[in-house]
Protein backbone atom coordinates (compact mmCIF):
# COMPACT_ATOMS: atom_id res chain seq x y z
CA UNK A 1 0.00 0.00 0.00
CA UNK A 2 1.55 3.87 -1.22
CA UNK A 3 2.28 5.46 1.99
CA UNK A 4 -0.06 8.77 2.50
CA UNK A 5 3.28 11.10 2.68
CA UNK A 6 6.38 10.32 0.91
CA UNK A 7 9.99 11.64 2.25
CA UNK A 8 12.83 11.77 0.11
CA UNK A 9 15.89 13.80 1.46
CA UNK A 10 18.67 15.12 -0.95
CA UNK A 11 21.62 16.89 0.28
CA UNK A 12 20.30 19.45 3.05
CA UNK A 13 16.61 19.68 1.63
CA UNK A 14 13.56 16.97 2.59
CA UNK A 15 10.94 16.54 0.49
CA UNK A 16 7.78 15.83 2.19
CA UNK A 17 4.78 14.68 -0.53
CA UNK A 18 1.34 14.77 0.17
CA UNK A 19 0.61 11.48 -1.85
CA UNK A 20 -3.15 10.56 -2.06
CA UNK A 21 -3.23 12.28 -5.95
CA UNK A 22 -6.76 10.97 -6.74
CA UNK A 23 -8.12 12.63 -3.90
CA UNK A 24 -5.92 15.58 -4.96
CA UNK A 25 -4.34 15.20 -1.71
CA UNK A 26 -6.98 15.70 0.65
CA UNK A 27 -6.27 15.51 4.50
CA UNK A 28 -7.93 12.43 5.93
CA UNK A 29 -7.05 11.54 9.30
CA UNK A 30 -4.58 9.04 8.31
CA UNK A 31 -2.47 11.36 6.03
CA UNK A 32 -2.88 14.50 9.17
CA UNK A 33 -1.42 12.05 11.58
CA UNK A 34 1.29 11.00 8.72
CA UNK A 35 2.25 14.41 7.93
CA UNK A 36 2.84 15.03 11.50
CA UNK A 37 5.07 12.12 12.11
CA UNK A 38 6.85 13.54 9.07
CA UNK A 39 7.96 16.13 11.05
CA UNK A 40 8.82 14.28 13.78
CA UNK A 41 11.16 12.57 12.19
CA UNK A 42 12.98 15.22 10.00
CA UNK A 43 13.44 17.15 13.39
CA UNK A 44 16.64 15.67 14.49
CA UNK A 45 18.06 14.95 11.03
CA UNK A 46 20.91 17.22 11.39
CA UNK A 47 21.63 17.03 7.43
CA UNK A 48 18.35 18.19 6.74
CA UNK A 49 18.44 22.00 7.06
CA UNK A 50 14.97 22.96 5.61
CA UNK A 51 11.66 20.85 4.59
CA UNK A 52 9.63 21.49 1.42
CA UNK A 53 6.08 20.47 1.45
CA UNK A 54 4.21 20.08 -2.20
CA UNK A 55 1.85 17.40 -3.30
CA UNK A 56 1.51 14.47 -5.53
CA UNK A 57 0.08 14.92 -9.28
CA UNK A 58 -1.82 18.10 -10.04
CA UNK A 59 -2.98 19.83 -6.94
CA UNK A 60 -1.06 20.64 -3.49
CA UNK A 61 -4.49 19.92 -1.25
CA UNK A 62 -7.95 19.86 -1.81
CA UNK A 63 -8.36 20.45 1.92
CA UNK A 64 -9.94 18.39 4.19
CA UNK A 65 -11.23 14.68 3.16
CA UNK A 66 -15.03 16.02 2.44
CA UNK A 67 -16.34 12.26 2.17
CA UNK A 68 -14.99 10.92 5.86
CA UNK A 69 -16.34 14.74 7.39
CA UNK A 70 -19.94 13.02 6.15
CA UNK A 71 -19.37 9.93 7.06
CA UNK A 72 -18.66 11.46 10.53
CA UNK A 73 -22.27 12.96 10.32
CA UNK A 74 -23.90 9.61 10.77
CA UNK A 75 -21.63 8.37 14.09
CA UNK A 76 -23.06 8.12 17.54
CA UNK A 77 -19.56 9.29 18.32
CA UNK A 78 -19.67 12.66 15.69
CA UNK A 79 -19.64 15.28 18.50
CA UNK A 80 -16.44 13.12 19.90
CA UNK A 81 -14.73 12.87 16.23
CA UNK A 82 -15.52 16.41 15.36
CA UNK A 83 -13.29 17.66 18.55
CA UNK A 84 -10.71 14.72 17.60
CA UNK A 85 -10.63 16.10 14.47
CA UNK A 86 -10.25 19.48 15.04
CA UNK A 87 -7.41 18.47 17.78
CA UNK A 88 -5.22 16.51 14.98
CA UNK A 89 -5.28 19.26 12.45
CA UNK A 90 -4.40 21.82 15.21
CA UNK A 91 -1.58 19.91 16.97
CA UNK A 92 0.30 19.63 13.17
CA UNK A 93 -0.28 23.62 12.63
CA UNK A 94 1.11 24.38 16.09
CA UNK A 95 4.23 21.45 14.93
CA UNK A 96 4.54 23.06 11.91
CA UNK A 97 4.81 26.76 13.33
CA UNK A 98 7.28 25.62 15.75
CA UNK A 99 9.66 23.33 13.61
CA UNK A 100 13.14 24.43 14.13
CA UNK A 101 14.03 24.47 10.66
CA UNK A 102 12.32 26.37 7.53
CA UNK A 103 9.55 25.11 5.79
CA UNK A 104 8.92 25.99 2.15
CA UNK A 105 5.37 25.30 0.56
CA UNK A 106 6.07 24.33 -3.21
CA UNK A 107 2.62 24.44 -4.11
CA UNK A 108 1.87 22.82 -7.68
CA UNK A 109 -1.73 23.65 -7.96
CA UNK A 110 -4.85 24.30 -6.07
CA UNK A 111 -4.55 24.91 -2.29
CA UNK A 112 -8.04 25.46 -0.58
CA UNK A 113 -9.58 25.36 2.90
CA UNK A 114 -6.97 23.45 4.98
CA UNK A 115 -4.61 23.01 1.82
CA UNK A 116 -4.55 26.29 2.14
CA UNK A 117 -3.92 26.63 5.98
CA UNK A 118 -1.01 24.32 5.28
CA UNK A 119 0.76 26.75 3.17
CA UNK A 120 0.13 29.44 5.64
CA UNK A 121 1.84 27.27 8.46
CA UNK A 122 5.04 27.60 6.48
CA UNK A 123 7.70 30.17 6.19
CA UNK A 124 7.89 30.29 2.59
CA UNK A 125 5.87 29.91 -0.31
CA UNK A 126 7.00 29.28 -3.66
CA UNK A 127 4.08 28.54 -5.80
CA UNK A 128 3.24 27.60 -9.57
CA UNK A 129 1.71 30.38 -11.80
CA UNK A 130 -1.32 27.88 -12.23
CA UNK A 131 -1.86 27.46 -8.41
CA UNK A 132 -4.64 28.85 -6.39
CA UNK A 133 -5.57 29.63 -3.48
CA UNK A 134 -8.68 30.26 -1.20
CA UNK A 135 -11.31 29.24 1.46
CA UNK A 136 -14.95 27.80 0.11
CA UNK A 137 -15.80 26.60 3.49
CA UNK A 138 -18.75 28.48 3.78
CA UNK A 139 -19.92 27.58 0.90
CA UNK A 140 -20.04 23.84 2.25
CA UNK A 141 -21.95 25.26 5.64
CA UNK A 142 -18.64 25.57 7.86
CA UNK A 143 -16.25 27.61 9.50
CA UNK A 144 -12.45 28.09 8.19
CA UNK A 145 -11.94 28.17 12.11
CA UNK A 146 -8.17 26.85 12.16
CA UNK A 147 -6.89 28.94 9.35
CA UNK A 148 -8.57 32.64 9.80
CA UNK A 149 -5.83 33.28 12.79
CA UNK A 150 -3.18 32.18 10.63
CA UNK A 151 -4.63 33.96 7.80
CA UNK A 152 -4.74 37.07 9.54
CA UNK A 153 -1.10 36.81 11.06
CA UNK A 154 0.22 36.36 7.71
CA UNK A 155 -1.92 39.44 5.67
CA UNK A 156 -3.60 41.30 7.75
CA UNK A 157 -7.81 41.70 9.11
CA UNK A 158 -8.86 43.38 5.78
CA UNK A 159 -7.78 40.47 3.40
CA UNK A 160 -8.50 37.86 5.80
CA UNK A 161 -12.14 38.84 5.79
CA UNK A 162 -12.44 39.34 1.76
CA UNK A 163 -10.91 35.97 1.64
CA UNK A 164 -13.18 34.31 4.01
CA UNK A 165 -16.54 36.01 4.06
CA UNK A 166 -16.21 35.70 0.14
CA UNK A 167 -14.90 32.09 0.17
CA UNK A 168 -13.92 33.23 -3.12
CA UNK A 169 -10.72 30.94 -4.22
CA UNK A 170 -8.17 33.20 -5.91
CA UNK A 171 -5.57 33.04 -8.73
CA UNK A 172 -1.71 32.94 -7.86
CA UNK A 173 -1.01 36.33 -9.54
CA UNK A 174 -4.13 37.58 -6.82
CA UNK A 175 -2.51 35.30 -4.09
CA UNK A 176 1.04 36.79 -4.44
CA UNK A 177 -0.18 40.49 -4.88
CA UNK A 178 -1.74 39.33 -1.41
CA UNK A 179 1.04 37.96 -0.35
CA UNK A 180 0.41 34.61 0.37
CA UNK A 181 2.38 33.27 -2.25
CA UNK A 182 6.36 35.00 -2.08
CA UNK A 183 7.57 34.14 -5.47
CA UNK A 184 6.21 32.49 -8.68
CA UNK A 185 7.29 30.44 -11.06
CA UNK A 186 7.00 28.25 -14.04
CA UNK A 187 5.05 25.12 -12.95
CA UNK A 188 8.37 23.16 -13.69
CA UNK A 189 10.11 25.36 -11.65
CA UNK A 190 8.26 25.08 -8.16
CA UNK A 191 10.24 22.75 -6.31
CA UNK A 192 13.64 23.48 -7.95
CA UNK A 193 12.99 27.18 -6.78
CA UNK A 194 12.04 25.83 -3.40
CA UNK A 195 15.45 23.51 -3.05
CA UNK A 196 17.43 26.62 -4.08
CA UNK A 197 16.20 28.52 -1.28
CA UNK A 198 17.17 26.00 0.97
CA UNK A 199 20.15 25.67 -0.22
CA UNK A 200 20.41 29.91 0.31
CA UNK A 201 18.94 29.10 4.22
CA UNK A 202 21.74 26.46 4.57
CA UNK A 203 24.25 29.53 4.59
CA UNK A 204 23.00 30.67 7.71
CA UNK A 205 23.67 29.14 11.21
CA UNK A 206 20.51 26.77 12.15
CA UNK A 207 20.29 28.04 15.63
CA UNK A 208 19.89 31.67 13.97
CA UNK A 209 17.65 30.60 11.99
CA UNK A 210 15.47 28.56 14.66
CA UNK A 211 15.66 31.88 16.98
CA UNK A 212 14.11 34.41 14.48
CA UNK A 213 11.01 31.82 13.44
CA UNK A 214 10.51 31.52 17.57
CA UNK A 215 10.96 35.61 17.38
CA UNK A 216 8.15 35.93 14.75
CA UNK A 217 5.82 33.09 15.69
CA UNK A 218 6.06 33.01 19.49
CA UNK A 219 6.78 36.30 20.55
CA UNK A 220 5.61 38.33 17.42
CA UNK A 221 2.85 35.87 17.21
CA UNK A 222 2.37 35.81 20.95
CA UNK A 223 -1.36 36.13 20.63
CA UNK A 224 -1.84 33.03 17.54
CA UNK A 225 -1.42 30.02 20.20
CA UNK A 226 -4.84 30.99 21.66
CA UNK A 227 -6.57 32.03 18.56
CA UNK A 228 -5.80 28.84 16.90
CA UNK A 229 -7.31 26.90 19.58
CA UNK A 230 -10.16 29.15 19.59
CA UNK A 231 -10.47 29.04 16.05
CA UNK A 232 -10.53 24.98 16.09
CA UNK A 233 -13.30 25.08 18.96
CA UNK A 234 -15.04 27.18 16.12
CA UNK A 235 -14.15 25.01 12.94
CA UNK A 236 -15.44 21.46 15.26
CA UNK A 237 -18.98 23.33 16.17
CA UNK A 238 -19.38 24.47 12.74
CA UNK A 239 -19.44 20.60 12.15
CA UNK A 240 -22.04 19.69 13.92
CA UNK A 241 -25.00 22.10 12.22
CA UNK A 242 -27.66 21.06 10.03
CA UNK A 243 -25.95 23.91 7.80
CA UNK A 244 -22.98 21.69 7.61
CA UNK A 245 -24.76 18.09 6.67
CA UNK A 246 -26.69 19.86 3.83
CA UNK A 247 -23.07 21.88 2.63
CA UNK A 248 -21.72 18.60 2.58
CA UNK A 249 -23.77 16.83 0.90
CA UNK A 250 -24.96 18.95 -1.33
CA UNK A 251 -20.62 19.69 -2.50
CA UNK A 252 -20.15 15.06 -2.42
CA UNK A 253 -24.12 15.27 -4.99
CA UNK A 254 -22.57 17.90 -7.19
CA UNK A 255 -25.50 20.21 -6.55
CA UNK A 256 -26.35 23.61 -5.25
CA UNK A 257 -26.95 23.88 -1.19
CA UNK A 258 -30.16 24.37 -0.25
CA UNK A 259 -29.84 27.03 2.93
CA UNK A 260 -33.23 28.01 4.90
Given amino acids: MEPLVKIQVHE ?25 QSLDDLHQERRVRGVIITGAGKAFCAGMDLAEMRATTEQEDRLAQWHADAVIYHDLIEA ?11 VNGPAVAGGAGLVMACDLVVA ?25 FRV ?14 VGAQEAHRLGLFHELVG ?4 WARANQL ?17 LLNETIGEQLTSQLAAGAAASAASRTTEAAAEGL ?9 KWW
Avoid: W
Fill in 12 to 36: HTATVTLNRSDKRNALSRGLLKELH
Fill in 96 to 106: MLRFPKPLIAA
Fill in 128 to 152: SENASFGFPEPRRGIVAGMVAPLLV
Fill in 156 to 169: GAGHAGYLLLTAQV
Fill in 187 to 190: DEKV
Fill in 198 to 214: ICELAKCAPEALQMTKR
Fill in 249 to 257: AAFLEKREP
